[in-house]
């Protein structure tokens, strides 16, 4: 079955940098893509961005762009998020999420549970 | 304020259907087939129950069903059940940034 596990998450102090990684398996990793989205504390969700299958593709929220990157290692079935510049606003949960397809037609089919970012001095 | 529109809250009794709605623009609901929706509980990550509009991933009940009209997408769901009690977000592609908008969210309460 698929499983996707973040990890990376903690308090980090405004203006800081944080790199989340979440790993996939039960699935072609290769063949899929991959998405962040985030949920701030009793609010709904936001999505983060997005990278196609073979990386090829990027995009972005205008919440993050400029301060976030997604990368992806094929070869170790892992998805990244190097977040930059963090402020208070970006406090969340982060999941990590699959994509029913290679990127180009989004919807996600499976989540990972999560990892909490605290953006807090 | 979120991209696409969905009512705040929503009820119903066991064994009736509700339709929670999801309105966007041409640059996303209306343009293209690829709106899905979203079941969440509390403290735990959300699960697909529609997705391409009208699609069920395979496990979903068929309880659950998709629709659209012009710019506006909707959920039902029949025979409602306690079980379903849970907050409902819908996605759908856009043409422009951002990538993909959700709704605000809708809390379902079964009574």
């Known amino acids: 079955q698929v499983q996707l596990v973040e990890s990376g998450g903690g308090v980090v102090q405004p203006g800081r940098s944080l790199t989340l990684s979440c790993a996939g398996s039960?699935?072609?990793?290769?063949?899929?893509?991959m998405h962040w989205v985030r949920q701030a504390p009793g609010k709904g969700l936001e999505w983060v961005a997005v990278i196609w299958y073979d990386g090829s593709n990027k995009y972005y929220a205008d919440s993050v762009k400029g301060r976030f990157t997604i990368s992806r290692d094929n070869s170790k079935n892992t998805l990244y998020l190097q977040m930059y510049s963090l402020r208070a606003e970006d406090t969340a949960v982060y999941y990590c999420?699959?994509?029913?397809?290679?990127?180009?037609?989004?919807?996600?089919?499976?989540w990972g549970q999560g990892t909490l970012v605290t953006v807090s001095s | 304020q979120s991209a696409l529109t969905q009512p705040a809250s929503v009820s119903g009794s066991p064994g009736q259907s509700i339709t929670i709605s999801c309105t966007g623009t041409?640059?996303?609901?209306?343009?293209?087939?690829?709106v899905s929706w979203y079941q969440q509980y509390p403290g735990k990550a959300p699960k697909l129950m529609i997705y391409d509009v009208t699609n069920r991933p395979s496990g979903v009940s068929n309880r659950f069903s998709g629709s659209k009209s012009g710019n506006t997408a909707s959920v039902t769901i029949s025979g409602l059940q306690a079980e379903d009690e849970a907050d409902y977000y819908c996605?759908?592609?856009?043409?422009?940034?951002?990538?993909?908008?959700f709704g605000g969210g809708t809390k379902l309460t079964v009574l």
């Open positions: 039960g699935f072609t990793f290769s063949s899929y893509g």
């Open positions: 999420a699959k994509d029913g397809t290679e990127g180009a037609r989004p919807h996600f089919d499976s």
């Open positions: 041409s640059s996303d609901v209306g343009g293209y087939n690829y």
């Open positions: 996605s759908s592609y856009r043409d422009s940034s951002p990538h993909v908008v």
